[in-house]
């Protein structure tokens, strides 16, 4: 009986009650009701489509990684900006880069965090989830491509969820 008055997605439901609330235009009791209501029960019919909770063990680790994600956005939106005005002929290339994450949500964030660096995208997960396979526009060395990967991203992602 208690799982029913539970909260299974806490910050949805938040979400749910202030997006409800703009979208009635302002704050009334019936408003609130109805905000209350909709928080609780979305939640609760949806619970099965739902993941397991995230497991960041660490995740007081997150800002300096993603301090190193902006950096190296910005570093490699001047070098893939440059190659286009410099008229030199980008070295694209297929890398397979090897994974020892192990977490389903790690996999993403380092799929994400390389298809948001200008000059890369991760193409495709392997279907046991060990290998990502990545687009570079410019790579002459395809392991100096994983090294930078596993360097910059996965082993600080590895330091958070293990």
Do not use: C, N
């Not at 202030?18 to 979305?42: H, N, R």
């Not at 190193?68 to 410099?86: E, K, P, R, T």
Request: charged share 15%.
């Amino acid at each position: 009986m208690l799982d029913r008055l539970t909260l299974p997605q806490p910050w949805l439901s938040l979400m749910l009650f202030v997006v409800w609330q703009f979208l009635s235009g302002g704050v009334s009791g019936g408003s609130a009701v109805l905000g209350l209501l909709l928080a609780w029960g979305i939640p609760q019919m949806t619970q099965g489509f739902w993941p397991e909770r995230p497991s960041v063990l660490k995740w007081w680790r997150f800002p300096s990684y993603l301090a190193v994600v902006l950096y190296d956005i910005a570093v490699a939106s001047v070098q893939v900006g440059w190659l286009i005005v410099s008229g030199r002929k980008p070295r694209p290339a297929f890398v397979t880069y090897p994974l020892s994450l192990d977490d389903p949500l790690a996999i993403t964030l380092l799929a994400g965090t390389i298809s948001l660096t200008p000059g890369t995208v991760t193409v495709d997960v392997s279907d046991d989830q060990r290998r990502l396979l990545i687009h570079a526009l410019d790579a002459t060395d395809d392991q100096a491509v994983v090294d930078a990967i596993h360097q910059r991203y996965e082993r600080r992602l590895q330091e958070m969820f293990q």
